[in-house]
Every structure is written in C-alpha cells, then in structure tokens.
C-alpha cells in the first residue's frame, strides 16, 4: 500500500468525474456498463495512489482525491486520463473524464475532508470538458514550470456558489499525452525542442537559442504581417520547458488551426502549439492574405 497522506491543514483536492455513463447503460446494458465503469473508477484509484494521493470517497460514476502538493495533483490528473483512455471500450463507446483540482486549507474529520476548497475543487470538475481539467490560476502558480507549458488560460469563469467570476486553467493533457510517465514523475526528453514558422518566403526557427519571437504589423516584429487586421504588437511565441506557447496580445485575436481539429479563435489568452499547423492575425486562416505556418520538430 502506498504510504499514507501525512497529517495536515492543506491538501490539493481534486475529483474526478466519468461522462457518458449513462448512456453506456442504456446502450450495453446493465451488466457490461457496470463492469466498464467499475474498470473505470479502479483504474482511477490506482492512478491516485501511484501518484501518492489518497482517495477520500467514490461520488457517483467518479472520486474525490487529496495530494500532498499540486504537482502530485497534475500528475494523477493526466495518469487519471491515460488510464481510462487505454481501457477496452464497452461496444462502439468509452467513457471519458471531467477532473478539476485546488490546493487549499481543508477540514479534515476522521478519513474526510471538508471546506471551501473541497466545495470548489468539485465546481472546478464541472467546469472541465470530458478529457479534460480545471484547476484555478492559484494553484497553476504552484506548479512547477513542465506543467506551467501546458496550461491554456481561460476568460474568467462564474462559479456557482460564488458571487464573482474567478480566474481558471484548463489543463492541456492532449499536449502532453504523447510524453513517457516514468515513476520518477519526470518528463524526458529526447531531442530539444524545435518550432519551425513560415510566413511568406520567411523561415523562422525557435528553439533554446532564439526562443521566442514577436508577430504583427510593427515593422521591428521578427515576422511582419501587414494586414490591417493585425495589431502592432499582435503575438508572441515563446519556449516554456519543452513547448512553445503561441500568446495573444491583440484586439482582433489570434486564429489558430492545429491540424486535424477545427480551427479556433485566441483572444488574450495563449495557447501550446503541437504538431503543425498555421495561424493567422484578426481574421479567419481561410480569410487571410497572410497565414503563419508552424512545424514543431
């Protein structure tokens, strides 16, 4: 058994959430979705307690977990997602997660916890799309720089139980899905990382030498856009650990299209770029003069 969360007034709370199961039922029939979701939720056990949490309670089709610290959060988080991402499907369907996660001051009676940051961990795992997770900008500070890279701040969300809107993260997993877990809880990389940027006949490329570059119609940019759409100062890109993060900084926003996924908009916000694609500055891709190319080596 893996040794016990030491007494104390802190804890990151995090609970995770399975989605779809009620459909699972209706379409595989009671004793296959039952067993597909009692798969579920041990696999979740063991990805706890692999990452040294402990699991407070079973709430419904999912758990509630407490972490000495957020890293270990962050960690059962995306071993959480891997776990039920790789179980066998019941029929044509598999389940997905809604996990959310705070570090806070907490209640603690007998083996439960109790508390507003209990209370807002569980409205944070409402929040979060299935394979995905929230946390709140509080903890993201408290992470360490590998998980910082790929955390996409979102626009203030409203909370219920709370009178005001408050600052989110979500937590990027797809961006770091293809990263080798190793017990050691460390990420290992194999290459340096590299962006490669096209822009007209222009070549740019980003890696622990130059690693960063500013975008947008100011003619002392490293890549010019001379679209009136675009802003002077329209974007950065700039290495955090082991990604690139594309950063708006523009009125019009920032149109990103990563292959193989629909293209969206990035308004003040910053995003980690995977794989390739292209973006363009204050208008749609398929509507600008002037498209930038990425190609992460």
């Given amino acids: 058994m893996p040794e016990a969360v030491p007494p104390s007034s802190e804890y990151a709370v995090l609970f995770a959430d399975l989605v779809g199961s009620t459909e699972l039922y209706e379409r595989v029939g009671d004793k296959a979705a039952f067993e597909q979701v009692d798969r579920c939720i041990r696999g979740m056990r063991i990805a706890v307690e692999t990452k040294q949490g402990r699991v407070v309670k079973h709430t419904g089709d999912g758990l509630m977990a407490v972490f000495r610290d957020a890293d270990s959060a962050a960690d059962a988080t995306l071993l959480i997602h891997q776990t039920v991402k790789e179980l066998p499907a019941a029929g044509d369907q598999k389940l997905a997660l809604r996990i959310g996660f705070h ?50 701040t979102l626009p203030p969300r409203a909370i219920r139980g709370l009178s005001r809107p408050v600052e989110v993260c979500e937590l990027m997993c797809e961006a770091v899905g293809e990263l080798t877990i190793v017990q050691s809880d460390h990420f290992l990389l194999a290459t340096e990382p590299e962006l490669r940027l096209y822009l007209d006949s222009k070549t740019l490329l980003l890696n622990a030498t130059r690693p960063s570059a500013r975008i947008g119609r100011d003619t002392a940019a490293d890549l010019v ?56 500055l204050g208008r749609s891709c398929a509507n600008s003069p002037q498209v930038v190319d990425f190609v992460c080596l």
């Fill in 103 to 152: 570090f806070g001051p907490v209640v603690v009676a007998g083996t439960d916890v109790f508390g507003e940051t209990v209370n807002f961990a569980a409205r944070l795992a409402e929040l979060a799309s299935p394979g995905k997770a929230i946390t709140s900008s509080e903890t993201a500070r408290r992470l360490g720089p590998e998980w910082r890279s790929v955390l996409h």
């Fill in 225 to 280: 856009v001379a679209d009136t759409q675009s802003s002077r100062r329209h974007a950065e890109i700039e290495l955090r650990g082991d990604k690139f993060v594309l950063i708006d900084r523009s009125s019009n926003g920032t149109f990103v299209q990563i292959d193989g996924e629909k293209e969206f908009l990035l308004s003040r916000e910053e995003v980690v770029l995977r794989g390739r694609g292209h973006f363009s």
